[in-house]
């Protein structure tokens, strides 16, 4: 068995403790794992942003207009004095307004028109039964909206609505729980295949 | 002036980025993309900085306090230990780097992730009780996709999959249809709010 493995098997039986209850080996697998992740993030937004978009592109190419967004990005280190906080808004302010005015056309077409056009087909395209899943996806979309509106007292039509509504969401919460639950199951099994041959090498 | 400035920088750049979302001239364009590809990750890069400095600041002071000091430090030497890594000998494909990233981070991960297995399943047993109708619903829809992914349900009936495969593109579908349009038409009022100097939350509380 090679040394990584070894590491790899130690580290997961550590997690692995928490099944019991939490303990310190869990603990210190888990303090371990937050500042590796935190570590490599810190290495590759180095490397492949700030080298390679910001600093090469500005010292070696020239690229003066690459001042404005590292001078934002300095002045988000003001937070951590009282009396320069205020100068973080800037780079706050550009990626708040930014992420709103790409956020309006984008969402408008992505997740409301576009949703709605393919929820608006035509009938008798198809089979029957194509038919009557497309009724059923309309109605769907229209009960389930009607839930979530709330400027009304949902009584009488809307009451039903809503209520139906409340159906379609249940079938949509349900099978996106077993869904995730089979993926987890199925990373699950990994984790013991490769204790169970790798690691242990009592199968395969 | 500190308040007032950044909001309308943000109204301005706000603005401007929704008129060149409309256009097809390359100023335009290069607009859209320079602030959208460049910029942001630019300044993301560096708000994870903040976060990194941050994270070592506090658990600095923990130790300093003597709470969870060796947790703290198993964290700091972990988070410490990959730069040096990275900065000795690189990040090419087989240096030390990427043996901690294959052997320490990526085992660790996926095995927190398959935890979440466990305490998934026991939530559903505690939880899942056909109460209500609804509750029946939301049982019978699980047990659907739990089974249809499982050799049971090809055992029960060779149709078994296509029918779960049905509620969810169909039924199922239909409900997250209506999510997303929610959360669009949600996202939308939230940036009209943003831009207009209503919603003012980002700026944070005026510091005396």
């Not at chain 1, 639950?181 to 990373?187: F, I």
């Not at chain 2, 920088?9 to 979302?21: A, D, E, N």
């Not at chain 2, 927190?112 to 899942?128: I, T």
């Not at chain 2, 055992?155 to 999959?161: E, G, K, N, Q, T």
């Amino acid at each position: 068995m090679d040394f990584g493995t070894l590491i790899a098997g130690i580290l997961t039986l550590a997690i692995f403790t928490f099944l019991y209850r939490d303990n310190p080996i869990y603990r210190a697998a888990e303090s371990l794992l937050i500042g590796v992740s935190i570590g490599y993030v810190l290495v590759i937004t180095w490397t492949n942003t700030l080298m390679d978009l910001l600093f090469h592109p500005l010292f070696r190419r020239g690229d003066w207009p690459l001042v404005i967004p590292l001078l934002l990005g300095a002045m988000m280190f003001g937070r951590f004095y009282r009396r320069t906080g205020w100068l973080s808004r800037f780079p706050m302010a550009v990626l708040i307004g930014s992420g709103a005015g790409v956020a309006i056309p984008a969402m408008l077409d992505a997740r409301t028109l576009r949703q709605i056009s393919a929820t608006v087909t035509p009938l008798f395209a198809g089979s029957a039964w194509a038919d009557v899943s497309t009724i059923i996806v309309l109605a769907g979309v229209i009960t389930t909206l009607s839930y979530f509106y709330f400027s009304r007292e949902h009584r009488g039509a809307l009451g039903f609505s809503s209520k139906t509504g409340t159906y379609f969401l249940m079938l949509f919460f349900g099978t996106t729980f077993g869904y995730t639950v089979m993926s987890r199951m199925s990373t699950f099994i990994g984790r013991v295949e490769f204790l169970l041959t790798d690691f242990l090498r009592l199968t395969g | 002036m500190r308040r007032k400035f950044p909001q309308l920088v943000c109204g301005l750049i706000g603005l401007l980025l929704f008129v060149v979302y409309f256009s097809r001239h390359p100023i335009a364009s290069s607009i859209n993309e320079t602030v959208t590809r460049e910029y942001w990750q630019i300044v993301f890069a560096f708000a994870l900085l903040v976060g990194v400095v941050s994270f070592a600041k506090i658990n600095l002071q923990g130790i300093e306090r003597g709470e969870d000091r060796l947790y703290r430090i198993i964290s700091l030497v972990g988070l410490i230990s990959m730069p040096v890594l990275a900065l000795i000998w690189g990040i090419g494909t087989g240096s030390p780097f990427m043996w901690v990233f294959d052997n320490v981070q990526v085992p660790m991960q996926s095995t927190v992730f398959a935890l979440l297995a466990f305490f998934v399943a026991s939530a559903s047993l505690r939880g899942f009780r056909a109460r209500s109708g609804p509750a029946f619903i939301l049982l019978l829809a699980a047990m659907v996709a739990l089974i249809s992914r499982s050799d049971v349900g090809d055992l029960m009936s060779a149709r078994f999959s296509d029918f779960a495969e049905w509620i969810r593109s169909n039924p199922s579908m239909s409900a997250r249809r209506a999510i997303l349009i929610g959360i669009g038409l949600g996202s939308l009022t939230t940036s009209l709010r943003v831009l207009l100097g209503l919603e003012r939350t980002w700026l944070g509380k005026e510091s005396k």
